[in-house]
Each structure stands twice: as structure tokens, then as C-alpha cells.
């Protein structure tokens, strides 16, 4: 039997968190469900980066049981039939449009023109709040064509699509926590020897935010060893800065009071879970990063992408909601008063003491959040929901 097909396409806006999303569902549509996927990205330089075997000069390439197409303004004009990655397998059965971005002409033609149309989904942004439960599913007719898109929301509660979870993450993760050799062979891979059980170890992947070095501060004049890893990006500048250095890059490492700094290259995707499992406590940014930090199950703080019309910080409070509720309100306070003060880029020096010092609570409760969102894997979901719409257009053709 043929296996089911998916062609996913992906503008990328800036950052990582599009591609980011997109290549992890894409993976385990196909890895784990089997699933033909073609992922088509406009931008194979920031795909790159997640997955440096890319070689951004090819128009298509197979990597992880993936089929990377270059989604180019050429590649589906005049009509989709000359292109050699379509040619081979057409319409793909489930069509998952990113964030909106807008499917090329030539392919919405070919869709409509299928006796059985391909299920369309137009995959949204995570956000916790509650309007989002309402408007998960909804149907959106094509003004024109005889075609009918889905909105599928990703979310935190079972009014929604849930988030994406590896089959195999958290076995991995808890695997990884209870071997030092893989953990030794974490740090060394890091350039470091593994730090002791008294070092606090924080990982910090950011915007650029002033709030950066009042934190530093915070943990070069604290009792405790701090030893801080930098991905290299955005923020790192001002890492720099602190120390004097105008020229911050992967390998350098710096050090003032009790407060260490490593700047560490930018690893691909499967990579940067192992720096969330290694820390203690992680900040994360965007939308891909801030999943990982919960599934890591540690303490973590979450710089939200920024918005010109600042709806993100409804965003924020939606999610601290959620995440704070089960929270005694002082440890609440604390959460809520260093996410509020990273956010708004001051003042978050001032909430550090009270924030670690319920890094016991935080933990426990890190860890009862998983076990309260694990069990609602938006792949499947994602998959249960197609497979209903197929059903439906089948019925309908055989109806006629
Ligand atoms: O890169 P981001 O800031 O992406 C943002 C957000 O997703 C935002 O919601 C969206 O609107 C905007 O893009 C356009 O943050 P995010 O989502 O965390 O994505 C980062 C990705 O990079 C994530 O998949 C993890 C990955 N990553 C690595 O692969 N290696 C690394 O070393 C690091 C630090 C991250």
C-alpha cells in the first residue's frame, strides 16, 4: 500500500522558531508514522543551521526520511508538473501550510483540481490562551476554489492540539540525567570539564536584552558558582560587553566573582536538548526553545518573541497563568516577577535571589507540568484530525 504524504511549507520570518517547529514535525511524521514528507523552505541557510549536512546549493535532498525541497518563487510556475520533486508524487495527501504562509498558486490549483482533495492545515502559533481552544479546528472555505482549510492551534490544555513530543524524548532525556559518561561526554564536547554538584549551571539563550547585565551581576556577587552557557546569538554582544570584549564568538570564555561564561557554538537541533537536560536552570526564547526548556522539566525562564504591537505580553501572562496556578504564591511571585522583569528588560538581578531560592518547588513542579502536557502529542493529534477530514472528503465523493 502507498504510504500517506505530506508536503509542509515553510516561509521563514526571521530566527529559528519557524524552521524550527516545522523540520521537528516534519521528522516525526516520518520517522515515526511514516509518512512521505517533502518539507519546502524558502531559506536553506537558517535550515542549515539546525542541520548542517544541508547543502543549501540543491534544489532537493533527503535527510533524516525527510525530502528538503527549495520552496524558490520559480519552483511552482508556471505550473507545479515541470518540478522534479512534485513530479514525482504530485499533491501530497496532508498539506500543512506554516504559520500562515501562503501556498504557492500552482500548488493550490493542482489541489483543487484532485478527485479526493489533500486535507489542508494551516498549522498556527503556540499560545496559551483561551481563545485559542475556541477557534482550534475551525474550517476556513477557499473564497474561490473547491477547497477547505483547517486551523490547528498547538496549545498547553486538551481544547487544543498539544505540543510536539518525541516518542522517545523523555526516555532519552531521563537516560541521559542518570549517566555521567553521557553527561561527561556533554561537557567535554562543550570544551569543559564537568562541573561539580556546587556549580549552578544556567543555560542562556536570548534576544538581545539589557536586563542581561544586572543579572550577571546577580550571579558574579552571589554565594553560589555560577557557570553560564551562551549559545551563540543574539544576546551575545552584551555577554561581551560585560567583560570588556567587543568580539564575543563560540570558544571564548570569561569569568568574574562567582560567575563563569562560556560562549558555546550554535548545535544542531537534536543537540540543544542535551544543554537543557545538562543545566539546572535554562532560559529560552521564541516558541521551539521554550517547549524544549518545559519538556527538560527544569526551572526556566521564557523571553517571548516580541511583537511591534506588544500582544506578546498577553501571550506571556496567559502562559504564567496557566504554569503559576498549582504554585504557592510566593514561588508564583517569584516566576512571575523575574519572567515580567526579563521581559521588560529591567530588574531581573532584583527577582533572581527569590526565584532560586525555590528551585526546589520549581523543580518538582517542572517535572508534574510534563506529565500534565505529555499526554498530548500534536503529532498524533494532528494525524487523528486528518485522517477524520480524509474520511469526510471520501465520503462525500462517494455521496455524489
Ligand atoms: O529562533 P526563535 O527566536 O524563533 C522565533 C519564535 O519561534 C517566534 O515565536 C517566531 O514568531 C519567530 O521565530 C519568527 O526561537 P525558537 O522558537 O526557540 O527557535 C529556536 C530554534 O533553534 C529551536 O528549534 C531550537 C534551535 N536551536 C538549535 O538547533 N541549536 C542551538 O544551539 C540553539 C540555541 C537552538
Redo the contacts with the bound molecule.
Sequence with gaps: MRSESCDIFCN??????????C??LARQLANEHGLAVRLWVDDLNSFA??CPEADVGLESQQLRGVKICHWTAEAFHPLPQHLSCLRERGVADLVIEA?ACRLPQGYLEAMAAQEHKPVWINLE??SAENWVGGCHKLPSPHPSLPLTKYFFFPGFTRQTGGLLLERDLLARRDVFQNDVEQQRAFWRSAGLEMPGAETLKI?L?A?ENSALHGLFDAWSGGTQPVLCLV???RILPQAGQYFGDAAPCAGKAYSRGNLQVRV?????????DE?LWACDVNF?????????AQWAAKPFIWQ??PQHDAVHWDKLQAFLNLYNAPLDAAVGQAVQGLWQAWNGESGAGQWWPAFIAARGELERHAQHWVRQLAGNNLALNLLDFSREIGRMHAFKIEGQ
Excluded: H, M, T
Design positions: 521563514v520570518i526571521d530566527n529559528f522558531g519557524d524552521i524550527g517547529v523540520w521537528r543551521k539546525l504559520f502559533y503556540l543555560s539563550f534576544y549559545p551563540e546569538g558555546l557554538p550554535f548545535v544542531e537541533q537534536e543537540r540543544y544543554l529560552a526564547r521564541g516558541e521551539d526553545s521554550c517547549v524544549r517571548i518573541y
